[in-house]
């Protein structure tokens, strides 16, 4: 892998770590399963007017945009509405790997290795050594909604290869037309349109200034340009050099958290998170699929990493 590509991939690292930053100031302003519609409404009218259909079957798309889309980001954005700090947001989504791996096992019938195995038991200690330091129910549910996005992010993740689309950052750009109606629709039956309202209102003052740029940092640097680089690094280069990067989110995640808002992590999350990482990289490095499923239906690696 050239030092040209290794740079890029650790610019995708940082681009999606500071994510988790934009999505917070995004949050201060607007409820976030509106959050989560708006975000995805402003990839998907350009998407459906420019970008040409990924020639993937209609189920798969739908299956990733539920997963990928809706589920990953109305949890993440609910956790961290509720009071999960970015940095910690950044490194607990990391468990959607672990998870994507017994989801295939179990969908794909793919074969679980006894590493595979030992990586995610590491991977769920480490989190459960976050999970004892946030013991009390106000500060461990906001961990538990964004475990829940992990799992969401990991159905999409097996939908994405089982659609093995000809273009991956045409799928998705495409799976951004899956979100806005149904977390709009979300949205007006729990957040109500008063809040909605207030928020959209008021988008062009001053106060609002840093919900809005976070939110064209998350669309236009999160995904256009992060997913960009990122497809186009697993296209010239082998996957298991490239993926490894994505470790560096929550790296990344942790720093920018702690320049931009203070936050400081305790030693708990510290030492979970590392564990955590430990798992992951134990867990993803050994994969190697091994799926029985039509020929038609063979998938092929993931291209989408971290994406906050």
Known sequence: MPLRDR???????????????????SL????????VGLRFLVLAIPTALFVKWPGVKVRWLLG?????????????????????????????????????????????????????????????AGLGIIAAERAGVSALLPVILTLCGALGWAFGNVCSRQANPVSP?????????????????????????????S???????????PAVLGLLYTVVLGTIVGSGIWVTL??????????????????????????????VPTAGDLLGGAVVVAGVLVATLAWR???????DLE??????ATAG
Do not use: C, D
């Open 199 to 209: 928020s959209v209102s008021t988008t062009f003052t001053l106060e609002a200034l």
């Open 64 to 124: 990733y945009g539920l997963g990928f889309g809706i589920l990953q980001f109305a949890f993440l954005y609910a956790g961290m509405a509720t009071g999960m700090p970015p940095g910690l947001a950044s490194l607990v989504l990391q468990a959607s790997a672990p998870f994507t791996v017994v989801i295939a096992a179990v969908w794909l019938r793919e074969r679980l290795t006894l590493v595979q195995g030992v990586g995610i038991l590491v991977a769920v």
């Open 28 to 35: 201060e302003h607007y409820p976030p399963f509106f959050l």
């Open 299 to 304: 998938p092929e690696e993931s291209p989408t």
């Open 7 to 25: 740079l890029l991939a650790g610019l995708v690292a940082l681009l999606w770590g500071v994510n988790f930053v934009a999505i917070h100031f």
């Open 234 to 263: 697993m296209k010239r280069n082998p996957s298991s050099r490239v993926a490894p990067f994505s470790m560096l989110v929550p790296v990344a995640g942790f720093i920018s958290a702690w320049l931009i808002l203070g936050e």
């Open 169 to 197: 950052l045409g799928l998705t750009l495409w799976m951004s037309v899956v979100p806005p109606i149904p977390m709009i629709g979300l949205s007006l039956l729990i957040e109500g349109p008063e809040r909605i309202w």
């Open 289 to 295: 699929p091994r799926a029985r499923i039509p020929a």
